[in-house]
């Protein structure tokens, strides 16, 4: 009984969450903005948040405003409203952590709490800033490759925790994530590659063989991005990122295979 009301608020939290991502991919770039770039900061201070709690002082408030910074540069960039030059802003700004650490006469470890501070923005607020590479083409909004990548990474996510829990029984990276098996990764497979061909019939944009290079990337970079954020979270010897989502943890926890999959995606559609 307990396992299925856990299932009845795992679902619901996933049912709303899916629609407020999709009405905002859908209703307008302005929307799509507002959306991600509220996630893109909240999943990096939880991120510092977490860190912070084995006494590290990565400095969150400037990590989140050049994080912040950085979504807003691209999209802005991407959008065409901006030269691509301006990025070049990011790379002074951050470096004035450097002399604030001068000053922290209480901090034992600053050169630990600077790694820190660049890895918050370099693993959460980078791959969400490449989001926006996604999202326009030429300077105009195109949602569907992102929207069509978002329903395979649930499609998997989906796939792999109910053929996990129905068939799982050889552990994939039980050091890690002693839950995930190779059943459940199978499984999550087979559904990303039926919303790979789902994208290609109807949003177009990409042909079958890219849509299912896409679902390729998502099920072996999303599953790296899963032990990825499993690990940090042994590391900091704690269950869940957050409790903001009922039944899914934290940011961190929701959006873990999307971090670790967007860089390989960009690459695959701007340079392959």
Known sequence: MNKFSELKRRLFSALIGAAVIVSS?????WSYFLIFFAICISAQWEFYRLVR?????????????????LFILTFFIERGDLDGKYLFLIFPLASIIFIFKLYKKKDQNPFVNIALY???????ALPFSLINVIVFDGGN???????????????????AYFAGTAFGKTKLFERISPKKSWEGSIGGTLF???????????????????????????VVAGTYGDLVESHFKR????KDSGNI???????????????????FIVIFLKLL
């Open 192 to 218: 990303a590659v039926g919303f790979a061909y789902l994208a290609m019939t109807y949003f177009g944009q990409l042909s079958l063989f890219e849509w299912l290079t896409v679902a390729f990337i998502v």
């Open 245 to 263: 989502i009922p039944g899914h943890g934290g940011f961190l926890d929701r959006f873990d295979s999307l971090i670790l999959t967007v860089p």
């Open 235 to 238: 590391t900091m010897s704690i």
């Open 53 to 69: 709690i084995q006494d590290y002082l990565p400095l969150r408030f400037f990590g989140v405003f050049i994080g912040g910074l």
């Open 141 to 159: 909004y195109a949602y569907e490759i992102l929207l069509g990548l978002m329903l395979i990474i649930w499609a998997s996510d989906t796939g």
């Open 25 to 29: 991919i859908l209703w307008s770039e």
């Open 118 to 124: 660049y890895l918050g923005i370099t693993y959460v």
